[in-house]
Nanobody, 115 residues
C-alpha cells in the first residue's frame, strides 16, 4: 500500500532545530501539493506548512518565520526545516497531500521539545 514515510523527529531543547524528511512513491508524490501536518494527542491534525506543485510555500501563523518547507521532486522527497522550536511544537508530524488523502497517512515522526 502506498503511503508517505516520515523521519527525522527527535528530542530537542527549546530553541533547537530539526529537519524532517518525507518520502513517497512517485505516483502519489506528484499528484498535488504536499503538506506537513502535526497532531497532539487528543487534538485534531493541523496543517502547518504546504508546498504547491509550483514550489510556493504556505505556512500557518503558528510556524511562519520558523519553519521552512521544501521539496525535491526528482527524489519524491519533501523536507521541513524547523528552527527556534518551542514546547508548543511538540507533536507527531505527518506529511500527506493537500487536501489529505486518508489512505496515504504514514506513521508520522515524533517531535518533542523540552523546556
Amino acid at each position: 500500500q502506498e503511503q508517505f514515510v516520515e523521519s527525522g523527529g527527535g528530542l530537542v531543547q527549546t530553541g533547537g532545530s530539526l529537519r524532517l524528511t518525507c518520502t513517497a512513491s512517485g505516483s502519489i508524490f506528484s499528484i498535488g501539493a504536499i503538506g506537513w501536518y502535526r497532531q497532539v494527542t487528543g487534538a485534531q491534525r493541523e496543517l502547518v506548512a504546504r508546498i504547491t506543485t509550483f514550489g510556493m510555500p504556505i505556512y500557518s501563523d503558528s510556524v511562519e518565520g520558523r519553519f521552512t518547507i521544501s521539496s525535491d521532486n526528482a527524489k519524491n522527497t519533501a523536507y521541513l526545516q524547523m528552527d527556534n522550536l518551542t514546547p508548543g511544537d511538540t507533536a507527531v508530524y505527518y506529511c500527506n497531500l493537500v487536501p489529505s488523502f486518508p489512505a496515504y497517512w504514514g506513521q508520522g515522526t515524533q517531535v518533542t521539545v523540552s523546556s
